[in-house]
Structures are given as C-alpha cells and as structure tokens.
C-alpha cells in the first residue's frame, strides 16, 4: 500500500476528478490536503478518501508540511506528495525536502515555475527559446523594447495558463503596462521577444531523465491572440498523425529542454512555436498535467484514463505507453456580447450533421453568467480516426455554433 497525500486547494470539477482518479487506485492510500471543509467535499469522494487536512493557505511550506505530519497520524506513513496544479509544485517541492519525502526538488520546481529562471537555463544550454528579460523598474523595460524591438509579451515570472499575460505592440502600451503593473524589485514583471509561428504543445511523460512518451497538439488561434480577442470561439487538436514535417525539430529540443531543467518521472506540458522560417522556439514549461482539456483528449486519442496515467506515474512510478487509435480536437465556445447567456444557436442541426464524432461537450446553458476564463462558456471534443475528419468537425463547430450573450438590467 502506497500512502500518498494529494494537495487540492479548492476542489473544483476537473482537481477533484485527479483527486478521485487518485484514490481509486489499488492498493493506494489518499488523503487530500485542502482549503475545503471535510462537509463540503461530495459524498462520492469522500468515501474515496482515507484522510482529509485542512490548511488556511495550500502554497505555503510550512502548512504542507504539518499537513502531511497530520494525515501521517490518520492513515499511516505519507510517502508520496503530489499535486496537479502549477502553482503548488515550488511549495510542494519545499516540502518533500522538509520531510524527506521523494519527487520534484525546489531546484527543478524553481526551473520550471519561474519562467524568466526557466529561458534562462535553456538559454545556457543551447535551447532556442525567446529572448526575455526580467524588469524591476521602467528603465529596465524600455532598454530591453529598444535592443529586441516590438511586438513584446510582457508577464508574471511565475505565471500560469496565459494567466496576466499581455501583447505590447509599441511603446505606448509598454508605458501603458508600466503604469497599470509597476514592476519592482519585490514584484518584477518578464518581457519577452514575442514568437511569431503556429504555437504547439509538446506533453510527454519522462522516467528517469528520458522522455518515454510525447504527444503534439495544434492551438488554433494562439493563446495570446484568444486572450486579446474574446469573442474568437477556438480549438485544440491532436493530430492522429505525429510525424509532420513541421514537428520534427519538437523531438529533438522537447526532450533537451526537458533534461536541461532536470525534469524526471513526470508528465510535462511544453508550450513552442514553430516560426515561418521552420526554426522553433520553446515558449513555456509546466511540469503538472496540461489544462484546457487537453489530459482529457490525450484520453481519447489513446483509448485509456491519462488522469489515472498520471497518477499511476506520480504515485506508483509506473508508465506503460500507449498506442495512439484516434485524433481529438476540442472547440472552445464563447459568448458574443456580455452579461449572461441568452441563447445558444446551432446546436440541433449541428448534432444531426457531427453528432456521432462528440465524445464529450458542456454546452452553455441560458442563464449563466460569462465566464472570466478564457476557455469560454463551455466546449465540445470530437474524436476520429481521421484527423481530417477532426479539423473539419472542429471548423463546423466555431464557425456555426454561436453563444448570445446579454446585459441584465
């Protein structure tokens, strides 16, 4: 029996789902370390469950630590902490070295989470990636616009998921981002070379310090494009096909970033860009499971549960690689207007014509509010065979399916 503690810190659908997927597992012991009340957590998972903590603050150290001390006297010996977040990997980190406990050290979690830290190291080591430079103050900014030139990316250093994260197009908006967000040498702000190209993913498991499995999928706009448009509906796709021209630099440079920053036994989510000229570019690293539904479709492609993959990997330290069957893509919906969700249209005839490629959707529902995420007010995956058959579904989908949103008064 394996004794793991899983930090959660507000149990939302998809952490929870990582959290029962966990605690199903045989011969495996799960307590959930989390901001939540034990009333608060379903019944279905807390039968789950073996212990439950409650901490005030789940990114601090310390409180991981005391955390894990207490489910230790519930359920016997903790040996693994894990957690699917970005932002709990530098205080879990922290932890383990506390307490002994193996997984990510604060070296490698440090390498991964502070993205100026992170193009730094892969810099060094030969990885093309963006230029970047980390701001204290407006003289810092401007000097670096002048020496890379405009358009810039200007973001936390230790940001995630696209999260704060902004295009400066000239000097205007810098001098614009610099009133709003005062870089300063408590709070420093990363400006980036922005990457002209397709942006891709590159989500792999490495055992050890070798990279076992990969899978590419394609953004459609680019992220950063979704975040400055937010009425753009956009999609995801994982090719069945993994052997694109385009992608054949990924395989060599995703497995050197990931060695150079000291990633091992984990599933990692590389974002890069593919440029025009064919050279790419790393943009970002995360060593957690990708977001945006894309664990979900690594599922579908590969005909297996990539939640339990995961946790079977973290947990277990066990991986067996899968055969790709499928592709998948995923529509983003989102709304026209503002307020609420007034309506949904497209949905009947839609179903007649893809109905039998949908796998899984959350179709908006009238009445609720717009989302603040830029995910949109629901999605639907597709999957077949054909990746074509994918691309096209996908197209249908955006362009003919549209949510109507509307002011309460």
Not at 308 to 336: C, D, H, N, S
Request: charged share 25%.
């Amino acid at each position: 029996m394996v004794v793991a503690a899983f930090v959660a810190p507000f149990l939302l659908p998809a952490t929870a789902r990582f959290v029962a997927t966990a605690a199903a597992l045989p011969n495996v012991s799960i307590g959930v370390v989390t901001t939540e009340p034990v009333e608060r957590l379903s019944p279905e998972l807390k039968q789950l469950l073996d212990g439950h903590w409650r901490v005030d603050d789940a990114l601090d150290p310390q409180q991981l630590v005391e955390a894990v001390r207490g489910l230790s006297q519930q359920m016997g010996p903790v040996e693994r902490l894990i957690g699917a977040l970005e932002q709990l990997q530098v205080p879990m980190a922290y932890a383990r070295e506390v307490l002994g406990l193996d997984g990510m050290n604060v070296e490698t979690a440090l390498n991964v989470r502070d993205k100026s830290r992170m193009k730094s190291v892969l810099q060094d080591a030969g990885v093309p990636c963006a230029r970047h430079q980390l701001v204290t103050d407006p003289g810092q900014a401007l000097a670096f616009a002048e020496a890379v030139g405009f358009p810039l990316v200007a973001k936390p250093p230790a940001g995630a998921g696209a999260q704060a994260t902004y295009r400066l197009d000239d000097l205007s908006a810098l001098r614009g981002w610099l009133e709003a967000i005062p870089p300063h040498a408590d709070s420093p702000g990363l400006l980036e070379e922005f990457l002209v190209g397709d942006e891709h993913t590159f989500d792999s498991v490495t055992v050890g310090d070798q990279t076992v499995f990969s899978s590419i999928s394609d953004y459609h706009p680019t992220p950063l494009e979704v975040l400055r448009q937010p009425w753009i509906q956009w999609t995801v796709i994982l090719p069945r096909e993994q052997n694109d021209p385009r992608y054949e630099r990924i395989w060599e440079v995703g497995p050197a970033a990931l060695r150079v920053l000291g990633v091992r036994d984990a599933l990692t989510h590389m974002e890069w860009f593919r440029r025009p000229d064919g050279s790419i570019a790393v943009s970002e690293v995360a060593a957690r499971p990708p977001g945006a539904q894309i664990s979900s479709m690594l599922g579908y492609v590969h005909d297996v549960d990539f939640y339990r993959v995961w946790a079977e990997l973290v947990i277990l330290g066990t991986f067996e690689v899968p055969e790709r069957r499928y592709a998948a893509g995923t529509a983003y919906l989102r709304g026209q207007g503002r307020g609420r969700v007034r309506a949904v249209h497209g949905v009947d005839e839609l179903q007649r014509e893809i109905g039998d490629l949908v796998v899984e959707a959350r179709l908006p529902e009238v009445g609720q509010p717009a989302s603040s995420s830029y995910e949109g007010e629901g999605y639907v995956i597709v999957r077949h065979p054909d990746t074509e058959v994918v691309r096209d579904a996908l197209h249908r989908i955006i362009t003919r399916l549209r949510i109507e949103l509307v002011e309460v008064q």
